[in-house]
């Protein structure tokens, strides 16, 4: 016994020895700063400008000689993008770097379920850390001023409230791995022409109650580790290394702590960039922003040029020293966390996952005579018809381009779940975009068919003709001008002439059901001419699966527009109030750049159609159900009290239909009199609750004076008036059940 005390003792004390000669930065019981302050100040010059640039095309250096590991990156935000070679974008020829392709954040927005947006983050930030990957570039939270936008799939809608509720859970679902967000891009990357020389112009106001909110809670409650800048400009100066964004306002105003990591190939200047708030350059090339020698990463701009101008004093060490501190931080919190998960790649889990978050987003638009679900007892055949029921989407579309490990498309999903119960006929009706490759990536798909457009329609007519219900799969795909990085669409039609076959298709057979698949709105001038719309979105591996349990009524529909889906672009403030895509004009240096004013100011989306009494094909917020909600009556809890107190608002909901669902109950926010202009309503909760047939939910929201708020822009604060408010409970934002109003006193 006194042996093994001894032997105890001896190993206690050698543990000691060795705890008390570990430097403070790589023993993780010191405190976070504590191991930052050590770690700088054994670096030499050299060291701390090699940490804050690129050393590949998705790597930092790190420092070896500390022990201090590289910073491995990956594109998402909706599946670990595949690994390229060491300069190039293409395929570095991995067999084992497949994922799991997660539907887009559109359809995560669209289930208006904070729930689900955590199991999106856990779930793929469980495959980047199984990639031994330190940071995902994602999630993109621009707003979607224009429908154009080519990367509208990427974000999560038009509203700052939805957005910053869904983009939370997801930020603290990804960094529960280890693996730090990238949230992406900040700020006002609204479009994708003109992409590297748009200057928005943008006054203080709708910058901080329109394009800000969801930043700011992505920063302060979701906690993010890193932040993207945009290619685009903001006052002159490019969002990468703007500091007004950057210094004034997310690590000033906000008191952020984590690492700025400039978008690919986006910085254009030493000087700026040392003083703009960028803390890492990445990039494309020798200089991250033209072709060169390969390997040359010393010469980007926070490289050779910024080590040599310390040296000879054009440059001080202060923000030098502060970038460092910041990489450290996300360094120590991701690549040195001993304490992170190993991850997982393509669970069951992960499949699970990405199905029930494509069921709960599939939104359904229109449902005339309740011609859905299909019901399989009495339907002997199906008609599909459209190359997007083929038509593999998890490839392309840019940055978020993804190696999946599988696709099922929509024919083949439905096909599996109806099996022998009904006759299938599928007739592809056009010819969009028959490729199916991305950077070397390839769907294996040969989509090219000779035919003419008059023989395919010909065909689609004759199998409409004899179904007992057409399901049409049209919609957009991940081509240029469509849903893609770097390209705008060029009109708000559908392409490839669906909407003339839309029309002859419904002329001969009425029990047309259109689904549309695309991460962005589109024209609908047929609405009238069929029975039912679906909004069917990119949902990734699970798509023909996901889309076929909607179809048949496996899976009640609960998810709900995250945008306003325009009849024409007139009635969109960007295009209406002719500002996109801007005029030509030149920014501080004198370089020609693309001005963009938005006159629309804070009328973006909803309260801009609501302000001009303006009738969408489809409201923002709506969605409709196989069963059907009653909402009661609304009370507040209080009818009158000061700024600061709350204000409790119930209504009740009952399930009068025959089969469970869920409704999401929103919360809008009227000021009956203020001193400045306002929006006739502004989202400020929603819940989404799951009952039974017969049964009633009592859902509450609490408000808060900041729910009450307008931003003042000469006190720079948010200001709550007294007044009347009027709080407004409904299934859209056009379609308001019941109101109660409360008055906020003077104080």
Same mark, same amino acid.
């Given at each position: 016994?006194?042996?093994?005390?001894?032997?105890?003792?001896? +190993?206690?004390?050698?543990?000691?020895?060795?705890?008390?000669?570990?430097?403070?930065?790589?023993?993780?019981?010191?405190?976070?700063?504590?191991?930052?302050?050590?770690?700088?100040?054994?670096?030499?010059?050299?060291?701390?400008?090699?940490?804050?640039?690129?050393?590949?095309?998705?790597?930092? !250096?790190?420092?070896?000689?500390?022990?201090?590991?590289?910073?491995?990156?990956?594109?998402?935000?909706?599946?670990?993008?595949?690994?390229?070679?060491?300069?190039?974008?293409?395929?570095?020829?991995?067999?084992?770097?497949?994922?799991?392709?997660?539907?887009?954040?559109?359809?995560?927005?669209?289930?208006?379920?904070?729930?689900?947006?955590?199991?999106?983050?856990?779930?793929?930030?469980?495959?980047?850390?199984?990639?031994?990957?330190?940071?995902?570039?994602?999630?993109?939270?621009?707003?979607?001023?224009?429908?154009?936008?080519?990367?509208?799939?990427?974000?999560?809608?038009?509203?700052?409230?939805?957005?910053?509720?869904?983009?939370?859970? /997801?930020?603290?679902?990804?960094?529960?791995?280890?693996?730090?967000?990238?949230?992406?891009?900040?700020?006002?990357?609204?479009?994708?022409?003109?992409?590297?020389?748009?200057?928005?112009?943008?006054?203080?106001?709708?910058?901080?109650?329109?394009?800000?909110?969801?930043?700011?809670?992505?920063?302060?409650?979701?906690?993010?580790?890193?932040?993207? *800048?945009?290619?685009?400009?903001?006052?002159?100066?490019?969002?990468?290394?703007?500091?007004?964004?950057?210094?004034?306002?997310?690590?000033?105003?906000?008191?952020?702590? %984590?690492?700025?990591?400039?978008?690919?190939?986006?910085?254009?200047?030493?000087?700026?960039?040392?003083? %703009?708030?960028?803390?890492?350059?990445? *990039?494309?090339?020798?200089? %991250?922003?033209?072709?060169?020698?390969?390997?040359?990463?010393?010469?980007?701009?926070?490289?050779?040029?910024?080590?040599?101008?310390?040296?000879?004093?054009?440059?001080?060490?202060?923000?030098?020293?502060?970038?460092?501190?910041?990489?450290?931080?996300?360094?120590?919190?991701?690549?040195?966390?001993?304490?992170?998960? /190993?991850?997982?790649?393509?669970?069951?889990?992960?499949?699970?996952?990405?199905?029930?978050?494509?069921?709960?987003?599939?939104?359904?638009?229109?449902?005339?005579?309740?011609?859905?679900?299909?019901?399989?007892?009495?339907?002997?055949?199906?008609?599909?018809?459209?190359?997007?029921?083929?038509?593999?989407?998890? +490839? @392309?579309?840019?940055?978020?381009?993804?190696?999946?490990?599988?696709?099922?498309?929509?024919?083949?999903?439905?096909?599996?779940?109806? %099996?022998?119960?009904?006759?299938?006929?599928?007739?592809?009706?056009?010819?969009?975009?028959?490729?199916?490759?991305?950077?070397?990536?390839?769907?294996?798909?040969?989509?090219?068919?000779?035919?003419?457009?008059?023989?395919?329609?010909?065909?689609?007519?004759?199998?409409?003709?004899?179904?007992?219900?057409?399901?049409?799969?049209?919609?957009?795909?991940?081509?240029?001008?469509?849903?893609?990085?770097?390209?705008?669409?060029?009109?708000?039609?559908?392409?490839?002439?669906?909407?003339?076959?839309?029309?002859?298709?419904?002329?001969?057979?009425?029990?047309?059901?259109? +689904?549309?698949?695309?991460?962005? @709105?589109?024209?609908?001038?047929?609405?009238?001419?069929?029975a039912a719309v679906l909004q069917a979105w990119y949902l990734g591996n699970e798509t023909g699966n996901s889309l076929a349990s909607v179809l048949v009524g496996d899976t009640n529909p609960s998810g709900k527009l995250p945008y306003t889906y325009y009849a024409s672009l007139d009635q969109c403030g960007?295009?209406?109030?002719?500002?996109?895509?801007?005029?030509?004009?030149?920014?501080?240096?004198?370089?020609?750049?693309?001005?963009?004013?938005?006159?629309?100011?804070?009328?973006?989306?909803?309260?801009?159609?609501?302000?001009?009494?303006?009738?969408?094909?489809? !409201?923002?917020?709506?969605?409709?159900?196989?069963?059907?909600?009653?909402?009661?009556?609304?009370?507040?809890?209080?009818?009158?009290?000061?700024?600061?107190?709350? /204000?409790?608002?119930?209504?009740? +909901?009952?399930?009068?239909?025959?089969?469970?669902?869920?409704?999401?109950?929103?919360? /809008?926010?009227?000021?009956?009199?203020?001193?400045?202009?306002? !929006?006739?309503?502004?989202?400020?909760?929603?819940?989404?609750?799951?009952?039974?047939?017969?049964?009633?939910?009592?859902?509450?929201?609490?408000?808060?004076?900041?729910?009450?708020?307008?931003?003042?822009?000469?006190?720079?604060?948010?200001?709550?008036?007294?007044?009347?408010?009027?709080?407004?409970?409904?299934?859209?934002?056009?379609?308001?059940?019941?109101?109660?109003?409360?008055?906020?006193?003077?104080?």
């Amino acid at each position: 016994m006194k042996q093994l005390i001894l032997s105890a003792a001896i +190993v206690l004390g050698a543990c000691a020895a060795a705890l008390a000669g570990t430097p403070v930065y790589l023993d993780d019981s010191k405190p976070l700063e504590d191991r930052v302050e050590d770690a700088l100040s054994r670096m030499t010059l050299r060291e701390k400008i090699n940490i804050i640039h690129a050393q590949s095309k998705f790597s930092s !250096p790190g420092v070896p000689r500390l022990g201090i590991p590289e910073i491995w990156c990956t594109d998402g935000p909706m599946g670990v993008r595949p690994e390229v070679l060491w300069d190039e974008w293409d395929q570095a020829g991995w067999t084992n770097d497949s994922c799991t392709a997660f539907p887009s954040l559109t359809a995560l927005a669209a289930t208006w379920n904070p729930d689900m947006a955590l199991l999106y983050g856990k779930s793929i930030g469980e495959e980047a850390r199984f990639r031994n990957k330190s940071v995902l570039l994602g999630p993109g939270i621009n707003i979607y001023r224009t429908p154009l936008n080519g990367r509208n799939f990427e974000y999560m809608g038009e509203d700052p409230y939805l957005t910053s509720r869904m983009a939370v859970p /997801y930020v603290k679902g990804v960094q529960s791995n280890g693996v730090a967000v990238c949230v992406k891009h900040f700020a006002l990357n609204n479009n994708e022409i003109n992409r590297h020389t748009s200057n928005p112009i943008v006054d203080d106001r709708t910058l901080y109650e329109i394009y800000l909110p969801a930043f700011q809670a992505a920063a302060q409650e979701g906690g993010a580790w890193s932040f993207m *800048g945009g290619y685009n400009l903001f006052r002159g100066e490019h969002a990468s290394y703007n500091p007004i964004l950057m210094n004034d306002i997310l690590k000033g105003e906000w008191n952020w702590d %984590g690492a700025v990591i400039s978008d690919w190939g986006a910085v254009h200047d030493t000087k700026t960039a040392v003083t %703009g708030g960028l803390d890492m350059e990445f *990039g494309s090339w020798t200089n %991250g922003l033209s072709n060169g020698k390969s390997s040359a990463y010393d010469n980007y701009f926070l490289a050779n040029p910024y080590f040599n101008g310390i040296q000879d004093g054009t440059y001080g060490t202060a923000e030098l020293d502060d970038k460092v501190r910041r990489v450290l931080r996300l360094t120590f919190r991701t690549a040195m966390n001993r304490n992170r998960p /190993y991850g997982s790649m393509g669970s069951d889990e992960h499949v699970a996952a990405c199905r029930e978050i494509g069921e709960e987003g599939i939104v359904l638009l229109q449902n005339r005579g309740d011609i859905l679900p299909v019901d399989l007892d009495k339907t002997k055949k199906i008609a599909v018809i459209g190359e997007n029921a083929i038509k593999m989407m998890t +490839v @392309g579309g840019g940055s978020s381009s993804l190696k999946a490990r599988y696709e099922i498309t929509p024919l083949d999903g439905l096909k599996k779940r109806v %099996g022998d119960k009904a006759e299938i006929v599928y007739a592809r009706g056009y010819v969009g975009d028959p490729t199916g490759e991305y950077n070397g990536v390839v769907t294996g798909q040969d989509l090219n068919d000779p035919r003419s457009p008059e023989e395919l329609r010909d065909e689609a007519l004759r199998v409409a003709r004899d179904a007992d219900i057409v399901l049409f799969f049209g919609g957009l795909n991940k081509s240029n001008h469509q849903d893609c990085e770097d390209t705008d669409r060029e009109s708000l039609d559908l392409p490839y002439g669906q909407n003339e076959l839309i029309d002859a298709l419904a002329a001969v057979n009425p029990n047309i059901v259109v +689904v549309n698949i695309s991460g962005t @709105g589109v024209a609908m001038p047929w609405t009238s001419k069929v029975a039912a719309v679906l909004q069917a979105w990119y949902l990734g591996n699970e798509t023909g699966n996901s889309l076929a349990s909607v179809l048949v009524g496996d899976t009640n529909p609960s998810g709900k527009l995250p945008y306003t889906y325009y009849a024409s672009l007139d009635q969109c403030g960007a295009h209406k109030l002719g500002e996109y895509p801007g005029h030509p004009g030149v920014d501080e240096l004198g370089n020609e750049v693309m001005d963009m004013p938005y006159n629309e100011g804070i009328f973006v989306g909803y309260r801009f159609t609501e302000k001009n009494k303006l009738k969408p094909t489809f !409201p923002f917020g709506h969605g409709l159900s196989y069963t059907r909600f009653k909402y009661g009556k609304a009370t507040v809890d209080r009818i009158s009290g000061s700024a600061d107190d709350y /204000y409790t608002v119930t209504v009740p +909901v009952t399930n009068v239909g025959d089969r469970e669902g869920k409704e999401v109950v929103q919360l /809008y926010i009227s000021d009956l009199k203020s001193s400045v202009e306002r !929006p006739v309503k502004e989202l400020k909760g929603f819940k989404k609750v799951n009952i039974a047939p017969g049964e009633t939910a009592e859902v509450s929201f609490r408000i808060s004076k900041a729910d009450l708020s307008f931003f003042d822009a000469e006190k720079h604060a948010w200001v709550c008036e007294p007044g009347t408010f009027e709080a407004l409970i409904g299934a859209s934002s056009a379609d308001i059940r019941d109101k109660v109003r409360f008055k906020v006193n003077d104080d």
